[in-house]
């Protein structure tokens, strides 16, 4: 099923003029306009969260939202300028979330996300993700998955607070409830419905479409269509600037696996052509489809490392033809290099100065696609004493960071993702336990080393200036190893309360 996502940035202008001004920027809780024309007056043409909260909606005449907001902050707009840092956020998305994305002016994008969220742990962590990384650069936003362009933009501007998933069977239902201003209407027809007495998308999708046509025109049965997803939107996608990219145009249209396949080929053989002349090796590739219907269908895939590979390439990009829905046809096929990278030498076989290097990154590329980059890891030790900091992730086919952990002390083979509250029996406070009890099971010590004690990390947070945990190894006696500490040195009741905790099992 279509996954699309629409993002909503209520203060897009506001929020860059915040990001230009820098530290001579008003107090976040300043209530900030942009002012431009309509027609012979000058309104409202956006407003930050205060002034929203205040009232201060786009179309507000400017005198009025001068008389009505004392120590209102006005800016005049500049819409070209927006535009084109609009346009710039949606190349940004391009190269990060999917190959179909356009600006949704004024104030928003759009993209169409299909088979492209288990890359970032699902549909609510891909919104989450874009919403964090839009935040950190002082972008405020809100987004919306849903069905079709129409369910997701309205979603996205009346219902996503600060996200919203929603089933694609279920988009029409869930924006039936939203007032008729969801529709991106004219404001003229807007008020023309509302003064007759209909609220909701939900009640003008029950009336009989003819009669709506006849008396407020096909513009008003179009947009009910895209919302509920009964005819599709064209998308004017964004094109990154001087792409690598090869086409193939058929005289009539094709839509046979085997045919895509083909041809398909054909085009890695001609991109890595055009990549070998620059040197280059491809990082994403985006394979698009242009249906006769004017819906667009796209793949994408991405490498670990640099690869000119034309059977390598062809393979990742062919095992996700599956998913390409070609509809009564295919039109034509683009097949771009998204992220190019230079291609390093490396020795071959025939090497006679050095034995060539185990290479895996086929294999990663080829779970990665699959899985998701983010669920493809390895790990590396940490420059940390505590358990929990000692360990990081890093990309499968990262260089060694040469860091080892100390053979002083063993570490348990599996590192519980919490330490697990335990009840003990010891025979003195500073002695190991003699038996404990975790997950409902009691279990005997038969043998037992320690204690390890290590300190907080003072200098990270400061409830950490005081911590001390007192870790033991631990045997029961059916043979099984564990790693349980005692929370606080026993002397000062600021290291801890001596409560004990399990948080590691060695093999």
Same mark, same amino acid.
């Given at each position: 099923m279509r996954r699309v996502v629409s993002i909503s940035l209520p203060s897009w202008p506001t929020d860059r003029i915040r990001r230009r001004l820098g530290p001579d920027a008003p107090p976040a809780d300043t209530p900030v306009v942009t002012i431009g024309r309509d027609g012979r007056k000058r309104v409202v043409l956006a407003a930050?969260?205060?002034? %929203?909260?205040?009232? %201060?909606?786009?179309? /507000?005449?400017?005198?009025?939202?001068?008389?009505?907001?004392?120590?209102?902050?006005?800016?005049?707009?500049?819409?070209?300028?927006?535009?084109?840092?609009?346009?710039?956020?949606?190349?940004?998305?391009?190269?990060?979330?999917?190959?179909?994305?356009?600006?949704?002016?004024?104030?928003?994008?759009?993209?169409?996300?299909?088979?492209?969220a288990h890359r970032f742990g699902g549909e609510d962590a891909l919104l989450a993700d874009m919403i964090d990384r839009l935040a950190a650069v002082g972008v405020t936003a809100r987004a919306a998955m849903a069905g079709s362009w129409g369910a997701a933009h309205a979603l996205a501007r009346f219902a996503a607070d600060p996200r919203l998933v929603v089933a694609s069977d279920r988009s029409g239902l869930a924006a039936g409830a939203l007032p008729i201003r969801a529709l991106r209407l004219s404001a003229d027809?807007?008020?023309?419905?509302?003064?007759?007495?209909?609220?909701?998308?939900?009640?003008?999708?029950r009336q009989p479409r003819a009669p709506l046509a006849l008396r407020f025109g096909i513009d008003l049965t179009r947009r009910l269509d895209q919302v509920y997803g009964r005819v599709n939107e064209p998308i004017d996608l964004v094109e990154a600037p001087?792409?690598?990219?090869?086409?193939?145009?058929?005289?009539?249209?094709?839509?046979?696996?085997?045919?895509?396949?083909?041809?398909?080929?054909?085009?890695?053989?001609?991109?890595?052509?055009?990549?070998?002349?620059?040197?280059?090796?491809?990082?994403?590739?985006?394979?698009?489809?242009?249906?006769?219907?004017?819906?667009?269908?796209?793949?994408?895939?991405?490498?670990?490392?640099?690869v000119r590979d034309i059977a390598r390439l062809t393979r990742l990009l062919c095992d996700k033809l599956e998913t390409v829905d070609p509809g009564f046809g295919v039109e034509v096929m683009v097949l771009t290099a998204s992220l190019a990278e230079?291609?390093?030498?490396?020795?071959?076989?025939?090497? %006679?100065?050095?034995?060539?290097?185990?290479?895996?990154?086929? %294999?990663?590329?080829?779970?990665?696609?699959?899985?998701?980059?983010?669920?493809?890891?390895?790990?590396?030790?940490?420059?940390?004493? /505590?358990?929990?900091?000692?360990?990081?992730?890093?990309?499968?086919?990262?260089?060694?960071?040469?860091?080892?952990?100390?053979?002083?002390w063993p570490r348990p083979s599996r590192l519980l993702a919490r330490p697990e509250p335990i009840e003990t029996v010891a025979l003195l406070p500073d002695q190991p336990p003699v038996s404990f009890t975790w997950r409902g099971t009691r279990r005997r010590v038969r043998r037992a080393d320690g204690p390890e004690r290590i300190f907080g990390e003072w200098w990270r947070r400061d409830g950490e200036l005081d911590a001390v945990r007192d870790y033991f190894q631990l045997e029961d006696t059916a043979g099984e190893r564990y790693w349980v500490f005692r929370r606080g040195d026993g002397e000062r009741a600021a290291t801890g309360d001596l409560s004990w905790f399990m948080h590691g099992l060695f093999g």
């Open positions: 930050n969260a205060p002034a %929203l909260g205040l009232g %201060l909606r786009p179309g /507000v005449p400017a005198a009025k939202a001068r008389a009505l907001v004392a120590d209102l902050i006005l800016h005049d707009a500049d819409l070209q300028d927006d535009a084109l840092a609009l346009e710039r956020l949606a190349l940004w998305a391009l190269r990060r979330y999917s190959p179909l994305v356009a600006p949704d002016p004024p104030d928003g994008l759009i993209l169409d996300v299909t088979g492209a027809l807007v008020d023309t419905l509302e003064r007759l007495g209909f609220e909701t998308i939900g009640d003008l999708e001087d792409p690598i990219q090869v086409r193939r145009a058929f005289a009539e249209p094709v839509g046979a696996p085997e045919t895509l396949a083909r041809y398909t080929l054909q085009l890695v053989e001609g991109l890595c052509a055009i990549l070998e002349t620059k040197g280059l090796g491809a990082r994403t590739l985006d394979l698009r489809f242009l249906r006769v219907d004017n819906r667009v269908e796209a793949i994408r895939i991405g490498t670990a490392q640099p230079p291609l390093d030498w490396k020795p071959g076989a025939s090497d %006679l100065i050095a034995a060539p290097e185990a290479d895996v990154s086929a %294999l990663v590329d080829t779970l990665a696609n699959r899985l998701g980059e983010r669920r493809l890891y390895r790990m590396t030790p940490g420059e940390s004493d /505590v358990p929990e900091r000692s360990v990081q992730r890093i990309a499968p086919t990262a260089p060694a960071t040469g860091a080892s952990w100390s053979p002083a």
